[in-house]
């Protein structure tokens, strides 16, 4: 009893830890996936065409899905047969024929002497002897005509040299007739030459008889009948014909309701994919054994270029979701009747807004996946649809392609629906280019397939655009989309920030405009840096007045506290902004940008501060550092660069562009050698071309101004005096 309690925990607790187990999510949801997408699929196979015999009667009427050019069974297997019955036997010439005729035709005459000569038998046994021996050959070769007993009557009493002269003519006759070639089809013709020669001899009838039946005994076919090479010709000349094609035009109709079914009508069927003669079993394991395919080849790409995904199991899910979304929209689209023509309903795979799993994808996930995931869901559609499987493929392919090339390179999110416009257009031109080369130009075809198109372009940025924020929300992923949001004016936190902390919010700009020009030139993600730039400070918020942009005419406060307190009130933003962050529901990407954009840089100012207040005693450095973590990103170090940049070459008195060049480098090298930017994947390359991308834009910025000589200066002040706009600008003021 004890032993099977034991085993029964031994169970729960291993059943237990199997369930918790990642893995078994991960296989579990695998599965699930792979058995939904499969059945979806294969529920087209398995609803899509008939299943009719010969003999049978048509439910209904079936017409063509497509235009094919299909073979005609029947009259191709006529015309093969035909040419197959044309070709002549093969034979081969046996030189040891004659040879053995004329052994044959001794041996026989030889029979016929040695019962003549037998001493043993009377008379009558030798005449029932040699009518027997004629009877045989007679019989065998099918001879008429002869009376073999009056003929061994003859041989019975001829004399030895009338023997003889038999048997050189019937040898003389098997020469003759064995010269030609002689087959065993012409052996009956060549019986008949046998008895005209013999009778051509002068001979008494009985002998003429007797040279008969011993030549037609004697001779044999002299071409061997060659069952191999026969073949082969016949093999050629079946494979020289060439197949009787029939045109099929679309919507054309094969079998009409009411009519009998016919071994041509189910031909006709099975080419042109209508027949279902494969059972349900088959269908179903091939759809499984390509979704399978499908499912490696991605999971194959995520391994070499998107680990990180592929070990997130948020991000499969959503990835999953998505292509199961437009899996099952298109089945939907795919069951609706549009109208009662059936032309126009073999247009809807055009309908089909595949796009919007592609988009949604390289918005959410990875650009790159995104097309990988465009050619997969190409491939479904072709599945899914009926009739020019290929053109609806295509076009999905192309579609989706357009769509996440637009929504790679967005900037507003108006531009999420002009995506819509391009995609329409891309299935418009896809569409007639493949509608051209099927060479079905109908005018009305031509118009349902444009508009078709240009519908699917635009439902596909509807779709996106109302699914986007919901699986943003769910899936916690900071798109573009949200991050062009934040980016507004007009948010909350920015509000405040121009309201309560000018300073800072102009600083922010500045170092927003710094980071995308080098995120720009070194290929990380601009927006993200903008973003990050406009937030990275606003933690400031809860202190303004202790920063200096925001002093403006104020008396500095750190003048009255120790340098340690404003160490801890300077590094303390970067606590604060992260919970104002938090309590405004800022997105992680952000956060991790307001925490990294400092590292654990030292507070130089204040810690040169304490040195010099307290003499010899010891201070601690580490109390004059932030927190860190340091940059984990490009974006992260980017943003940390732009803000160690802007704040130093602000405070110079001579900006020229030699000096500005000198701190940005500096300023770099002293992140650098500090090991702030260890975390990050910046190489040497790269910081060389961010210093030239700041230094491009501070020197647009502190640029050189033309200095107007004084008394032109008091010349423009009376007149301006004169017409009242002194409010005006001077020429170069900027």
């Given at each position: 009893?004890?032993?099977?309690?034991?085993?029964?925990?031994?169970?729960?607790?291993?059943?237990?830890?199997?369930?918790?187990?990642?893995?078994?999510?991960?296989?579990?949801?695998?599965?699930?996936?792979?058995?939904?997408?499969?059945?979806?699929?294969?529920?087209?196979?398995?609803?899509?065409?008939?299943?009719?015999?010969?003999?049978?009667?048509?439910?209904?009427?079936?017409?063509?899905?497509?235009?094919?050019?299909?073979?005609?069974?029947?009259?191709?297997?006529?015309?093969?047969?035909?040419?197959?019955?044309?070709?002549?036997?093969?034979?081969?010439?046996?030189?040891?024929?004659?040879?053995?005729?004329?052994?044959?035709?001794?041996?026989?005459?030889?029979?016929?002497?040695?019962?003549?000569?037998?001493?043993?038998?009377?008379?009558?046994?030798?005449?029932?002897?040699?009518?027997?021996?004629?009877?045989?050959?007679?019989?065998?070769?099918?001879?008429?005509?002869?009376?073999?007993?009056?003929?061994?009557?003859?041989?019975?009493?001829?004399?030895?040299?009338?023997?003889?002269?038999?048997?050189?003519?019937?040898?003389?006759?098997?020469?003759?007739?064995?010269?030609?070639?002689?087959?065993?089809?012409?052996?009956?013709?060549?019986?008949?030459?046998?008895?005209?020669?013999?009778?051509?001899?002068?001979?008494?009838?009985?002998?003429?008889?007797?040279?008969?039946?011993?030549?037609?005994?004697?001779?044999?076919?002299?071409?061997?009948?060659?069952?191999?090479?026969?073949?082969?010709?016949?093999?050629?000349?079946?494979?020289?014909?060439?197949?009787?094609?029939?045109?099929?035009?679309?919507?054309?109709?094969?079998?009409?309701?009411?009519?009998?079914?016919?071994?041509?009508?189910?031909?006709?069927?099975?080419?042109?994919?209508?027949?279902?003669?494969?059972?349900?079993?088959?269908?179903?394991?091939?759809?499984?054994?390509?979704?399978?395919?499908?499912?490696?080849?991605?999971?194959?790409?995520?391994?070499?270029?998107?680990?990180?995904?592929?070990?997130?199991?948020?991000?499969?899910?959503?990835?999953?979701?998505?292509?199961?979304?437009?899996?099952?929209?298109?089945?939907?689209?795919?069951?609706?009747?549009?109208?009662?023509?059936?032309?126009?309903?073999?247009?809807?795979?055009?309908?089909?807004?595949?796009?919007?799993?592609?988009?949604?994808?390289?918005?959410?996930?990875?650009?790159?996946?995104?097309?990988?995931?465009?050619?997969?869901?190409?491939?479904?559609?072709?599945?899914?649809?009926?009739?020019?499987?290929?053109?609806?493929?295509?076009?999905?392919?192309?579609?989706?392609?357009?769509?996440?090339?637009?929504?790679?390179?967005?900037?507003?999110?108006?531009?999420?629906?002009?995506?819509?416009?391009?995609?329409?257009?891309?299935?418009?031109?896809?569409?007639?280019?493949?509608?051209?080369?099927?060479?079905?130009?109908?005018?009305?075809?031509?118009?349902?397939?444009?508009?078709?198109?240009?519908?699917?372009?635009?439902?596909?940025?509807?779709?996106?655009?109302?699914?986007?924020p919901y699986l943003e929300s769910v899936f916690s992923i900071t798109s573009m989309i949200k991050l062009l949001e934040l980016s507004n004016p007009n948010q909350e936190l920015l509000r405040r920030l121009l309201v309560e902390a000018p300073g800072t919010y102009h600083h922010s700009i500045m170092v927003g405009n710094l980071a995308e020009a080098a995120a720009e030139a070194v290929g990380a993600q601009p927006l993200q840096v903008r973003v990050g730039s406009y937030y990275h400070d606003i933690g400031k918020l809860k202190r303004p007045y202790f920063f200096v942009e925001n002093q403006m005419s104020f008396e500095n406060p750190h003048e009255k506290i120790a340098p340690s307190l404003s160490a801890l009130i300077i590094t303390s933003h970067i606590k604060d902004g992260v919970e104002m962050g938090k309590e405004a529901r800022l997105p992680r990407i952000v956060l991790d940008f307001i925490e990294q954009h400092h590292g654990s840089s030292l507070v130089k100012y204040f810690y040169s501060r304490a040195l010099e207040e307290d003499g010899d005693r010891y201070v601690s450095e580490e109390t004059f550092r932030y927190e860190g973590p340091k940059p984990?990103?490009?974006?992260?170090?980017?943003?940390?660069?732009?803000?160690?940049?802007?704040?130093?070459?602000?405070?110079?008195?001579?900006?020229?562009?030699?000096?500005?060049?000198?701190?940005?480098?500096?300023?770099?090298?002293?992140?650098?050698?500090?090991?702030?930017?260890?975390?990050?994947?910046?190489?040497?390359?790269?910081?060389?071309?961010?210093?030239?991308?700041?230094?491009?834009?501070?020197?647009?910025?502190?640029?050189?101004?033309?200095?107007?000589?004084?008394?032109?200066?008091?010349?423009?002040?009376?007149?301006?005096?004169?017409?009242?706009?002194?409010?005006?600008?001077?020429?170069?003021?900027?």
């Open positions: 009893m004890g032993f099977l309690l034991s085993l029964k925990d031994f169970l729960v607790e291993k059943t237990t830890v199997f369930l918790k187990s990642t893995t078994t999510h991960r296989v579990v949801g695998y599965l699930l996936f792979f058995f939904v997408l499969t059945f979806v699929l294969f529920t087209n196979f398995s609803t899509r065409g008939v299943q009719l015999h010969p003999g049978q009667i048509s439910p209904r009427d079936i017409r063509s899905p497509v235009t094919r050019v299909i073979i005609d069974e029947s009259k191709t297997q006529e015309l093969k047969r035909i040419a197959a019955t044309q070709v002549k036997n093969v034979y081969q010439e046996d030189p040891e024929a004659l040879p053995r005729s004329e052994e044959d035709l001794q041996v026989f005459l030889g029979r016929m002497q040695s019962v003549k000569e037998d001493t043993n038998l009377d008379d009558r046994q030798k005449l029932a002897a040699l009518s027997g021996l004629l009877k045989e050959t007679v019989a065998e070769k099918g001879l008429e005509g002869l009376d073999t007993e009056k003929l061994a009557l003859y041989l019975l009493n001829a004399a030895p040299e009338d023997m003889e002269r038999i048997g050189q003519r019937a040898s003389k006759i098997v020469q003759n007739l064995m010269d030609k070639p002689v087959t065993s089809e012409a052996l009956p013709s060549v019986y008949e030459q046998a008895a005209i020669q013999a009778d051509a001899a002068g001979f008494a009838l009985e002998a003429e008889q007797v040279i008969r039946v011993a030549v037609v005994q004697a001779v044999r076919p002299n071409m061997v009948f060659d069952a191999e090479a026969t073949a082969k010709a016949k093999e050629e000349a079946v494979s020289k014909v060439l197949p009787v094609q029939r045109t099929i035009k679309q919507n054309q109709i094969i079998i009409r309701a009411g009519d009998p079914v016919t071994r041509e009508h189910v031909a006709i069927l099975e080419q042109l994919g209508l027949q279902r003669s494969r059972g349900f079993g088959v269908a179903l394991g091939g759809t499984a054994l390509f979704v399978l395919i499908t499912f490696w080849l991605v999971v194959e790409y995520l391994r070499r270029y998107h680990r990180e995904i592929l070990g997130e199991d948020r991000l499969m899910v959503l990835l999953g979701l998505i292509v199961l979304l437009i899996v099952l929209l298109a089945k939907v689209l795919t069951i609706i009747n549009i109208g009662q023509r059936p032309e126009v309903n073999a247009l809807v795979g055009y309908l089909i807004p595949a796009s919007v799993g592609p988009m949604l994808v390289a918005v959410l996930l990875d650009t790159r996946l995104a097309y990988f995931i465009s050619a997969v869901l190409a491939f479904y559609v072709g599945l899914l649809t009926e009739g020019y499987q290929v053109a609806f493929a295509l076009t999905a392919f192309a579609g989706g392609s357009v769509g996440v090339y637009r929504v790679s390179q967005v900037s507003q999110t108006s531009d999420l629906a002009k995506s819509g416009l391009y995609i329409a257009i891309a299935n418009v031109v896809t569409f007639l280019t493949m509608t051209t080369i099927a060479g079905n130009l109908d005018l009305t075809l031509l118009g349902t397939g444009t508009m078709m198109g240009v519908l699917n372009g635009f439902l596909s940025a509807i779709l996106m655009i109302g699914v986007l984990q990103s490009k974006e992260a170090a980017l943003i940390m660069l732009a803000d160690s940049v802007e704040a130093a070459v602000r405070s110079m008195q001579d900006a020229s562009p030699g000096k500005i060049e000198g701190m940005v480098r500096k300023i770099i090298k002293d992140k650098l050698n500090d090991g702030q930017l260890e975390e990050c994947d910046l190489t040497f390359r790269d910081l060389n071309i961010i210093a030239e991308a700041f230094c491009k834009i501070l020197n647009g910025i502190y640029h050189t101004r033309i200095e107007y000589p004084e008394n032109l200066t008091r010349e423009l002040e009376v007149r301006r005096g004169k017409r009242g706009d002194s409010g005006d600008k001077q020429p170069g003021e900027g």
